[in-house]
T-cell receptor, first 115, second 112 residues
Framework: DSGVTQTPKHLITATGQRVTLRCSPR?????VYWYQQSLDQGLQFLIH???????AKGNILERFSAQQFPDLHSELNLSSLELGDSALYFC??????????????FGQGTRLTVV | LAKTTQPVSMDSYEGQEVNITCSHN???????ITWYQQFPSQGPRFIIQ???TKVTNEVASLFIPADRKSSTLSLPRVSLSDTAVYYC?????????????FGKGTHLIIQP
């Protein structure tokens, strides 16, 4: 158990819908990272928050947004869903803002299926 | 961006030592080298990190030559449960999108 909690574990929804994925980082970790992993694209970095502020953006679509709240949990909002958005979405956390350069801990992921 | 190059896949047998090499010719002075392991349908797990020479922990060793243009992850006496994808990342502590980007990794398959 990495200490990072993601909910829900599984999500099935229809095209055009909107969903929210939630991540609770390890206690004391200030950084939260979101990744998307699909079979044909590998592990894609989406966005990084540190202590409530956005620190870095990767290949995140405009239909996707995220935020980190004062209690440090984070939510990833996916809207106007398309079939191609079906993937595993991982959240990771670390104490520092150094990204994967520091020891980051990943959650078990949310498997999103868009039908 | 210090891009990394790793073999796409490797095979070995239980009980063998496995060495996975990562090339990072454009590594910068402040960059660290970090390795993660990922099992199917699970999030990556931090294995080891180093800056130069050799680093060892309870699961692996990391060898970094003086020019730091490559690094080798060494897994001693592998077992079937070491079958996974191994990622090499190069980044400095400043964060930024470049340091958060995983490559395609090396798919290590351990056979009985």
């Amino acid at each position: 158990d990495s200490g990072v909690t993601q909910t829900p574990k599984h999500l099935i929804t229809a095209t055009g819908q909107r969903v929210t994925l939630r991540c609770s980082p390890r206690s004391g970790d200030l950084s939260v990272y979101w990744y998307q992993q699909s079979l044909d694209q590998g592990l894609q970095f989406l966005i990084h928050y540190y202590n409530g502020e956005e620190r870095a953006k990767g290949n995140i679509l405009e239909r996707f947004s995220a935020q980190q709240f004062p209690d440090l949990h984070s939510e990833l909002n996916l809207s106007s869903l398309e079939l191609g958005d079906s993937a595993l979405y991982f959240c990771a956390s670390s104490v520092e803002a150094g990204g994967m350069n520091t020891e980051a801990f990943f959650g078990q992921g949310t498997r999103l299926t868009v039908v | 961006l210090a891009k990394t190059t790793q073999p796409v896949s490797m095979d070995s047998y239980e009980g063998q030592e496995v060495n996975i090499t990562c090339s990072h010719n454009n590594i910068a002075t402040n960059d660290y080298i970090t390795w993660y392991q990922q099992f199917p349908s699970q999030g990556p797990r931090f294995i080891i990190q180093g800056y130069k020479t050799k680093v060892t922990n309870e699961v692996a060793s990391l060898f970094i030559p003086a020019d730091r243009k490559s690094s080798t992850l060494s897994l001693p006496r592998v077992s079937l449960s070491d079958t996974a994808v191994y990622y090499c990342l190069v980044a400095d502590s400043g964060g930024g999108a470049d340091g958060l980007t995983f490559g395609k990794g090396t798919h290590l398959i351990i056979q009985p």
